[in-house]
């Protein structure tokens, strides 16, 4: 796993360790476009993302063809477009974030930036 990547640790805490998935030694080519990962399944990016998708900018290597099953899940799961969420590494969480909860996390991260 990717452990700085907040979609890898999200995976992790709903479907499981990424990094248990060893990619096929001898698929060949570029890795995720999105992260640069490898996977057993790649999948194309057409299949995943619209011609219209304007966030490309932020992708590692936009110029790769294939997403891994991670960056899949990413763009896929349809709970992800539903709520907020907080994303915790230690230990792995996906948790649905409340408007209070939001407020407490951005109210502390805007005291640390004042100092």
Do not use: N
């Amino acid at each position: 796993m990717k452990p700085s990547d907040v979609a890898h640790v999200a995976y992790a805490a709903v479907v499981g360790d990424p990094g248990a998935m060893d990619p096929d030694p001898v698929a060949t080519g570029a890795g995720c476009a999105r992260c640069g990962e490898q996977t057993p399944v790649m999948t194309p990016v057409g299949q995943v993302v619209s011609r219209r998708f304007t966030g490309y900018e932020g992708w590692g290597d936009p110029k790769s063809s294939r997403l891994c099953s991670v960056c899949v899940w990413l763009y896929r799961h349809r709970p992800l477009r539903h709520e907020a969420y907080v994303v915790t590494r230690d230990p792995a969480a996906l948790l649905v974030a409340s408007p209070a909860t939001l407020r407490a996390i951005l109210a502390r991260r805007s005291r640390r930036t004042r100092r």
